[in-house]
């Protein structure tokens, strides 16, 4: 497994099927920004809202030959295995992202579980061996990893931005931030104290670029 995170804003999308695994996989997409098409003969209530409301586009029938062809994403969701394994030949013959919902060996890319906390994302496999597990990490992680860390990105993000000036060479970017960001940093920002983290690793941040200076 080669894990890589897409950037699907504007891409056309293509989910099969409308039932609660459709639901599931549909909100994440649009979450990203994609333009979503659903083909499936009926949608649950949530997906139907959804198209009621111009947030997706639903083609009310089952799967026909080449709906794939201009799509950038497919993810089946039906309770069909012959319509899985079909979509599956023609999605591989044109080299498209395809997963199937139910036939993890159909797939090409699989979903993880995610903590979100703005741009901080943890992502979590199993290979497909275990779902119930992933969904379970998911939680105890959700737990310690909650909105401090997004802040505290957030944080690092302008910190960092600051240091390219002061850092001038990749090397020194690479050492300064291997000796600064510390588990004393760390455990500042896991007692909430984001300010007091983000004011050391900026004195650390003023002190290299004194000793740079010095020498
Ligand atoms: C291969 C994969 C393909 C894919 O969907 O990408 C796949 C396949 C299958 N899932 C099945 C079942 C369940 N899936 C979940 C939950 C999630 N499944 C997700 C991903 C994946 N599921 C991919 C691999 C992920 C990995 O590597 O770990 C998550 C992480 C992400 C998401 O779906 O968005 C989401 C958790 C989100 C969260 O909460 O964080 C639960 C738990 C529950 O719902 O409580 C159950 C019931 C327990 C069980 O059956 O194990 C079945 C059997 C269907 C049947 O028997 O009918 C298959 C097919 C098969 O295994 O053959
Ligand atoms: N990957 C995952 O995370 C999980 C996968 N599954 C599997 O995913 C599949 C879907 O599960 P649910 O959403 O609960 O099923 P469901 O029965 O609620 O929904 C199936 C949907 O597929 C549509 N459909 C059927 N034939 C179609 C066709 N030829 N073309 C287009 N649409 C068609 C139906 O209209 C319905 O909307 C099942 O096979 C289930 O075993 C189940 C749980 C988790």
């Known amino acids: 497994m080669y ?3 897409l950037d699907l ?3 056309s999308c293509l989910v099969l099927g409308g039932g609660a695994v459709a639901e599931r996989k549909v909100c994440r997409l649009l979450a990203e920004g994609a333009a979503v098409t659903v083909i499936a003969p009926s ?4 997906l139907q809202e959804l198209a009621e409301s111009h947030h997706l586009t639903w083609q009310p029938r089952t799967y026909q030959a080449g709906d794939e062809s201009t799509f950038f994403l497919i993810i089946c969701a039906t309770d069909n295995e012959a319509v899985s394994h079909a979509v599956a030949a023609a999605a591989k013959a044109q080299g498209k992202l395809l997963n199937v919902c139910d036939v993890p060996d ?10 979100r906390q703005g741009d901080l994302q943890l992502t979590i496999s199993t290979n497909g061996k275990a779902p119930a597990l992933s969904r379970w990490l998911r939680k ?14 957030a944080e690092l993000a302008a910190i960092r931005r600051q240091g390219q000036s002061v850092l001038p060479t990749s090397r020194d970017r690479q050492a300064f931030w291997r000796q600064a960001l510390t588990d004393d940093v760390m455990a500042l920002v896991d007692n909430n104290e984001i300010d007091a983290a983000s004011a050391l690793l900026r004195d ?6 004194r000793k740079n200076h010095e020498t």
């Open 43 to 46: 949608l649950t209530r949530p």
């Open 204 to 209: 650390r941040l003023a002190a290299w670029e």
């Open 106 to 115: 159909l797939c090409n890319f699989t979903l993880p579980s995610i903590v």
């Open 9 to 11: 804003n504007g891409q």
């Open 140 to 153: 105890q992680l959700e737990q310690h990893f909650d909105e401090r860390y997004g802040r505290w990105l």
């Open 3 to 5: 894990p890589i995170n």
